[in-house]
């Protein structure tokens, strides 16, 4: 029997204020849906944490009726089908990464695009499924002001996510394992992963102990602890002192026979 456990939390805004996270999540019967909202290209469009929330929706909708199509078939349909019913432009829209997991007896089918990542477990160690291109754009430079993102967003050479444009969905990085293969997985936001990847808390095999010892909070709290000794940004510079945070363990257990 597949057990899901889920963690999340609120971050602060640019300005150091709370509000509410733009991270969301959603367990159906045989998949998860972790997306993680985008900070909105202009000041008078919505926030990517409301988009965040349509898509998440419009996804679980589709999963739900589709359980077994292409994952990125689905998510392209599910872009389309926010951004024709709240009049989303390409380029003028608020965007969001997205993760899915979907597992049936036979496979584990996974989806990421952007840097929201999937990690699959088994005998030989962690698979991470990752998408780069905004972090290695950011590394080298390239996204250092706001036309720079705009200019790099859904573009050839630049980075790719949800936002009103489906063919996005074809850029997405995906995975599929045999299901006797996995026996877990973890699907994290970027407030999350940046304990592995920037701030070198632990690898992610130490976040799966840790998550299954003492639940994925565990591990939320111990990127929390970090930053908070590291208030001003000194030793990991950041955009925020706190990114929201979302964490899912997907146990699998015995697979089936």
């Not at 359980?67 to 989303?88: F, H, K, M, N, Y």
Request: net charge negative; no cysteine.
């Amino acid at each position: 029997m597949v057990e899901i456990a889920v963690a999340e939390r609120d971050g602060v805004g640019a300005d150091g204020a709370s509000r509410p996270t733009e991270d969301h999540v959603a367990v159906l019967g045989n998949a998860v849906v972790v997306l993680d909202g985008a900070t909105a290209p202009r000041p008078d469009l919505p926030s990517g944490g409301w988009y965040a929330g349509l898509l998440v929706r419009s996804l679980s909708q589709a999963l739900t009726a589709e359980p077994e199509a292409d994952l990125a078939v689905l998510l392209a349909g599910s872009i389309a089908d926010v951004a024709g019913r709240e009049g989303l432009e390409p380029g003028r829209s608020p965007s969001s990464t997205v993760a899915i997991a979907r597992w049936t007896d036979e496979s584990v089918d996974a989806l990421v695009l952007a840097d929201s990542p999937i990690i699959a477990f088994g005998p030989s160690g962690p698979d991470p499924l990752t998408d780069d291109r905004l972090v290695s754009l950011r590394d080298s430079g390239q996204l250092r002001t706001g036309a720079d993102v705009r200019a790099k967003r859904n573009a050839p050479g630049g980075f790719w996510v949800a936002e009103a444009e489906p063919k996005a969905a074809d850029e997405a990085v995906r995975r599929s394992w045999p299901r006797s293969e996995v026996e877990a997985l973890l699907l994290a936001t970027d407030g999350v992963s940046i304990g592995v990847d920037e701030y070198d808390l632990f690898d992610w095999p130490e976040v799966l102990a840790l998550s299954r010892e003492r639940g994925p909070d565990a591990v939320l709290d111990a990127v929390r602890t970090a930053e908070k000794q590291d208030p001003d940004g000194v030793r990991w510079p950041r955009a925020k002192r706190h990114d929201d945070q979302l964490l899912v363990l997907v146990e699998f257990g015995v697979a089936p026979g």
